[in-house]
Structures are given as structure tokens and as C-alpha cells.
């Protein structure tokens, strides 16, 4: 029984064609298929190539590769067929033709696809993080938290948690209260990543009156009265001096501006950092 060798070579980590190769040699019984896999990762100078090229004669091994470089690409495909190597090219074929249909350049970067996939994933743990962290639900979020954001009532503290979230950061919002204590541990995380909402008597005033109404409550409820809101905002400044974290006024911003100027302060105060 002969044994087939297979080469597969990358310019990345290689899972892709070592996956098809498996996938073909998996449609042969092992009994009458001996076979081994030998990866080369991380090919990035033309001397690596001839190194898999002379491994190749040597064995009389198939050579499987997804090599995005051009020039690495060319190389390969010129040197397995000027000595008769028998070989398959997986990302070549598709990315010509990908060429011709797409008015713009590729970026002929190995390895997209894994920092793609890190993306979403980073993406997906931030929006759970933000829904299980929301409101102050569980002050263990704090360590490990991104960005912290600070506000009383109708500042925006949850859609700013989940749109910054959609950008991957991970957000825990706490709601400041006068007649809730706030974390111990508040006042022991890094100030840097703490955000303060602070927003106006007259706007949060007029936010809290027509809440109540589509409640199909009266907008004369505590809730909504000067007296409360300057309650509110009076603790809120006092905690707020004592954390001393940045603040920003959300009274006459949109979402998407107010969290822009939240990454903006998080990524100069990361900035300084390092």
C-alpha cells in the first residue's frame, strides 16, 4: 500500500488547508490509505517555499497551499510546476476571479480571517457583558470592565452600554441614586474609565414628564418634580467630585455622539497609559 504524503503550506496558521486535505483523505477507507499531514505555517520569504518545494521531491508529497501574497503565491506555483509537483492551489483560483469582479484592491494580509473571527466574538462577549452588567446588577463587573458609566435616571446609561458594546467595548452602567448606596468598589476602579452623564434640570425634566405619560401616569408624580431632580443632580455632582472621573453632558446629544465622545476620553486615557 502506498502512503501518500500531503504538505500543506500556509502563509498563515494553514487550518484551512489542512482542513480540506483531511476532509479529502477522510473519503478513503485507512485501511487501504495510509497517509500523513505535514504542516508548514507562516511562510513569508520565497526561501521558505523552497524549502516545502524540496521536502516535496523528497517525499513525493502533494502540496496544498493558501498563500494571499502574490509574489510568495507566484513562486510556489511556478517552482511545483517546473519540477512536476503535483499540487493544489486553494485561495488562488477564487481570488483571481474575486479580482476581476471587485473594482479594488485585496489587502494580501494572511490570517484576516482568524482577527475576523477574534472581532466578533470580542463583539458578542462585550454585548453580553453590558446586558448582565446593566444597571449596576452585579458590582463584580467593575474589574474587568472597559468603560463604567455613571448617571441618574434617563441619561442614556443602557443604549450607550449596548452601542458601545457593538464596538466592542465592555460596558458596565451604574445608576446613581440618593437612596442607594453605590459599590464599595466603585471608589477603588481606575477613575479613567469611569464616564459621568450628567444632563440638565430643564431636559431631564421634560424626558421624565413624558415618560410618565406613555406610563399613562400623571406628570405631576416626585419623579419628575424640580425638587427631585434637583436632588438627584446635587448627589450626583457630590459622587462624582469624589470619583473624579471625566463628565460629559448629554443633554443636547444624540447616542452616537455621546458615545464617540466616550471612546474618544477612554482611548486618550488608555493612550496616556501606555
Known amino acids: 500500500m502506498e502512503k501518500i504524503n500531503l504538505i500543506v503550506a500556509s502563509d498563515s496558521v494553514g487550518e484551512t488547508a489542512e482542513l480540506v486535505a483531511r476532509a479529502c483523505i477522510s473519503q478513503f477507507n485507512p485501511n487501504q490509505c495510509e497517509h500523513e499531514i505535514i504542516r508548514y505555517p507562516y511562510i513569508e520569504a520565497l526561501e521558505n517555499v523552497d524549502e516545502v518545494i ?53 489587502y494580501f494580509e494572511p490570517g484576516l480571517v482568524h482577527r475576523l473571527d477574534e472581532a466578533y466574538f470580542k463583539k458578542i462577549d462585550a454585548i453580553e457583558f453590558a446586558v448582565k452588567y446593566d444597571d449596576g446588577k452585579d458590582p463584580k463587573g467593575l474589574a474587568t470592565a ?12 443602557t443604549p450607550l452600554s449596548q452601542y458601545l458594546a457593538h464596538k466592542s467595548y ?21 477613575p479613567s474609565k469611569c464616564i459621568a452623564l450628567k444632563i440638565s ?20 408624580a416626585r419623579y419628575a418634580t424640580e425638587q427631585r431632580i434637583k436632588e438627584e443632580l446635587d448627589y450626583f455632582h457630590d459622587l462624582i467630585d469624589r470619583i473624579g472621573c471625566p463628565v460629559i453632558d448629554v443633554s443636547d446629544k444624540a447616542i452616537e455622539e455621546t458615545a464617540n465622545d466616550i471612546i474618544s476620553i477612554i482611548e486618550q486615557n488608555n493612550f496616556k497609559k501606555d
Open 54 to 106: 524540496q521536502v516535496a521531491l523528497d517525499t513525493q508529497a502533494i502540496v496544498i497551499y493558501t498563500l494571499v501574497k502574490p509574489e510568495i503565491r507566484k513562486y510556489m506555483e511556478a517552482k511545483v510546476n517546473e519540477l512536476s509537483i503535483q499540487s493544489v492551489d486553494i485561495m488562488g483560483p477564487l481570488m483571481n476571479i474575486l479580482l476581476d469582479r471587485i473594482d479594488e484592491q485585496p
Open 146 to 157: 472597559d468603560i463604567v458609566l455613571l448617571g441618574i435616571s434617563r441619561t442614556s446609561k
Open 170 to 190: 465592555k460596558v458596565m452602567n451604574i445608576p446613581i441614586v440618593p437612596e442607594v448606596t453605590p459599590p464599595d468598589n466603585l471608589f477603588e476602579t481606575d
Open 201 to 220: 434640570e430643564e431636559k431631564l425634566n421634560r424626558i421624565r414628564k413624558e415618560r410618565l405619560r406613555q406610563l399613562g401616569l400623571g406628570d405631576s
